[in-house]
């Protein structure tokens, strides 16, 4: 688990889906959705707290991903949300990126820090006029 109050969400928890590599070590496998500074790939301790099992502690070692993470505009009919979000993760992977969607009307998109796509996908974001705002969790490489 990991504690969402970092990320803008104090009391809420996302559910990172992860991979043991040592004691307390782990590899994230999956994007988060929701949880800022943590993308997929890198590897993180976690320990039990808060009545969880195991819960994220700190990034050692960063994969290179940075997250983008794009919410379609609440008040759009469901149809339309899913026929746009339906047509961003086509899009999406067509260049070769993996996304997840775990809710309708949110994507997390991964994409390697210095992967040539960065324009790319930001020309196709222009073209979905139901996007309520996107953007990458961090503007620097960590």
């Given at each position: 688990m990991c504690d969402l109050g970092g990320s803008g969400m104090p009391g809420r928890w996302e559910q990172l889906w992860a991979k043991r590599t040592g004691t307390d070590e782990f590899v994230v496998c999956a994007i988060p959705l929701f949880a800022n500074g943590i993308a997929l790939g890198d590897h993180v301790t976690a320990r039990p707290a808060n009545g969880?099992?195991?819960?994220?502690?700190?990034?050692?070692?960063?994969?290179?991903?940075?997250?983008?993470?794009?919410?379609?505009?609440?008040?759009?009919?469901?149809?339309?949300?899913?026929?746009?979000?339906?047509?961003?993760?086509?899009?999406?992977?067509?260049?070769?990126?993996?996304?997840?969607?775990?809710?309708?009307?949110?994507?997390?998109?991964?994409?390697?820090?210095?992967?040539?796509?960065?324009?790319e996908l930001e020309e196709n974001l222009h073209a979905f006029t139901l996007l309520e705002w996107s953007d990458y969790e961090s503007g620097t490489r960590r």
């Amino acid at each position: 688990m990991c504690d969402l109050g970092g990320s803008g969400m104090p009391g809420r928890w996302e559910q990172l889906w992860a991979k043991r590599t040592g004691t307390d070590e782990f590899v994230v496998c999956a994007i988060p959705l929701f949880a800022n500074g943590i993308a997929l790939g890198d590897h993180v301790t976690a320990r039990p707290a808060n009545g969880f099992d195991l819960v994220v502690d700190s990034v050692v070692r960063s994969a290179g991903n940075a997250v983008l993470r794009v919410y379609f505009r609440e008040g759009a009919e469901v149809w339309e949300t899913q026929d746009r979000q339906t047509e961003l993760v086509r899009s999406v992977g067509e260049l070769g990126l993996l996304s997840e969607t775990g809710l309708l009307g949110h994507v997390a998109i991964s994409r390697p820090w210095d992967s040539p796509q960065y324009g790319e996908l930001e020309e196709n974001l222009h073209a979905f006029t139901l996007l309520e705002w996107s953007d990458y969790e961090s503007g620097t490489r960590r």
